[in-house]
């Protein structure tokens, strides 16, 4: 059983990996491209909004909010996308054993240097340049996703494996 946990411990970092590769895809479609997914992503918001509060807004009101609310849908999912590569890199160091201080900046420091590789790469896309505000609304969603990490596991440690160390210390004792 302990050879197993060995072999398939390297592959708890495969979420990362391909979190790492969903957002390099995002920030290699054109301007125009992007802009119009998170646009029509704003737009369905705004119709499912619509059906589930019964708010009967008419077409033009539902464009408007899209409108309005389109630059907050685009942060919002800078933000998503780097909290769930945060949680998807912390939780592998921690399975190596990181913890506090140290997995906060080991995880939040490599999530904030693809952050800042993501905004270079973007410079390189047709309608896209790189941006610092950016990285700092990404650090948003990575310092959020460690902390979730942190507390999950702490949490974790003290209620669902805290039985099994103490029946591992009492045959130690034996």
């Not at 990996?17 to 997914?37: D, R």
């Not at 609310?69 to 590569?85: G, I, S």
């Not at 939040?108 to 505000?133: I, N, T, W």
């Amino acid at each position: 059983m302990h050879y197993i946990k060995i072999i398939l411990k390297p592959f708890s970092f495969l979420p990362a990996i391909f979190m790492l590769y969903v957002i390099f895809q995002l920030s290699a479609q054109p301007g125009n491209v992007s802009g119009n997914l998170s646009y029509r992503m704003t737009h369905k918001l705004m119709v499912i909004t619509n059906e589930s509060f019964e708010t009967d807004w008419s077409e033009s009101e539902i464009d408007a909010y899209t409108e309005m609310f389109h630059p907050y849908v685009r942060k919002l999912a800078h933000v998503t996308e780097y909290f769930l590569l945060a949680i998807c890199v912390s939780f592998p160091l921690y399975v190596y054993r990181l913890r506090g201080i140290a997995l906060m900046l080991l995880a939040g420091g490599f999530c904030v240097a693809c952050a800042c590789l993501d905004e270079y790469h973007q410079s390189f896309v047709a309608g896209r340049g790189p941006s610092k505000r950016d990285v700092m609304i990404d650090s948003i969603g990575i310092f959020f996703g460690v902390i979730l990490v942190r507390i999950v596991c702490f949490i974790g440690r003290i209620t669902v494996f805290r039985e099994r160390r103490r029946k591992k210390r009492r045959k130690s004792f034996s």
